[in-house]
């Protein structure tokens, strides 16, 4: 798979559901994915939570990507809110492997709720500020400042975003000036 990929999940019950891809795309001996548990949702994380277990194995699709780097970038801003750190996650290791700079910006709402923070903390060492945490603690205004962030767009930098819709809006919103199809959004 490369990087930005997801698979179909056939969870128990009679359940798919569609899951990114957030493993080092070079590691081509597994599939890794996040779920978060959403009590709210449609089942689908429920089921996986509650009927699967590490060691089980899952029916699965061949992976597929509607969300891939671009070739042509000579750096990469990539967002992530929440759980939408999945295929962002699984890009940071492409760049890293390919030498291509990038930014790694992961909001959540604590660091006790962040996903893969060992993984993305390694990242880090491997390529220094690389990865940034924002925890807004719940508080609206609290976490990253986007619109400080997009203000400007450096030459050949290309955004990738992906997290809950409200998230997802913010971010569109305050790219709206960034040159056509050099933002990216799952």
């Given at each position: ?10 969870v128990?019950?009679?359940l798919?559901?569609q899951y990114?891809?957030c ?5 081509t001996h597994?599939y890794?994915i996040g ?12 089921r996986?939570h ?6 089980d194995?899952v029916?699965v699709s061949?992976?597929?990507n ?6 042509e ?11 939408g750190?999945t295929?962002?996650?699984s ?6 492997q ?5 930014e790694?910006?992961y909001?959540a709402?604590?660091?006790?709720v962040?996903a ?9 060492r491997r390529?220094?500020?690389?990865v940034?945490?924002?925890?807004d603690d ?6 990253l400042?986007?619109?400080a962030?997009?203000a ?12 809950p819709?409200g998230?997802m809006?913010a ?11 050099t933002?990216h959004?799952?």
């Open positions: 798979f490369n990087a930005g990929a997801h698979i179909d999940v056939h128990p019950g009679g798919v559901r990114s891809l493993n080092d795309p070079a590691e597994r890794v779920v978060l548990k959403d009590l709210n949702g449609r089942g689908g994380s429920l996986v509650e009927a699967l277990k590490v060691g194995t029916r061949r992976p597929r509607q969300f891939e780097l671009r070739p970038q000579t750096s990469a801003l990539l967002i992530a809110g929440g759980i750190i295929p962002l996650k890009m940071a290791h492409s760049l890293q390919a030498g291509t700079p990038f790694l910006h909001c709402r604590s660091s006790h962040a893969f923070t060992d993984e993305l903390v390694s990242l880090n390529t220094p500020g690389a940034r945490w924002h925890f719940g508080q609206i205004g609290a976490g400042d986007l619109k962030l997009l400007s767009q450096p030459e050949g930098t290309h955004l990738y975003f992906c997290g819709p998230f809006k971010c569109t919103e305050a790219a709206a000036h960034w040159h056509r199809g933002v959004s799952e």
